[in-house]
């Protein structure tokens, strides 16, 4: 089975790629925002969200027992974010990332990493730069090389993508 991750920050229009691939049905696998999942189940217990360190450490295993999970007969899977997202986020929010989670993000376990830029729709571009920034160097300390996909129309992004997997 072939994973590819892909990764950006705030509008960086994975939602509506994700959205795109699906419609295609050319049989991809869609693993979608396990941070969504976790703010969900936060959010029905009515408790709010935890404090970013575990809220980030939630993230991270849900985001790890999805990967696990993913049917055998499939052949390529979509997704919405890695494990190396989670370290990301610790460093950013200043936290001492678990071992456990620096553990998983050196298990070599995608097979290409797609980091989407912004598409700066009013966004503060030097946050998102420096968020962007410390994504690509938490993936490259993965082991990972991602490939950047610069902002742009939907269909010219899932092209440059869809080419980059076939290479």
Known sequence: MKKYVLTGVADSGIEAIFAKLYKSHKGY??????????AKKANKKNNGLPPPQEFWAL??????????TIPKVVKEAFLYGG?????AQFENSNGITPEWIRKACAEKRYDKVFML????????TEV????LNKLYDAYNRSGYVPIKVPAGGVEERIN????????
């Not at 696998?29 to 976790?38: F, G, S, T």
């Not at 993230?59 to 696990?68: G, I, L, P, T």
């Not at 869809?162 to 290479?167: A, G, M, P, Q, V």
């Open 117 to 124: 830029e912004p598409m700066c729709n009013g966004q503060d």
């Open 83 to 87: 494990i190396p997202d989670c370290l």
């Open 160 to 167: 440059l993508i869809l080419s980059e997997i076939r290479k």
């Open 59 to 68: 993230v991270a295993k849900e985001q790890y027992e999805w990967e696990r």
């Open 128 to 131: 998102g730069k420096a968020q």
């Open 29 to 38: 696998y869609l693993m979608h925002n396990a941070a969504q999942e976790v």
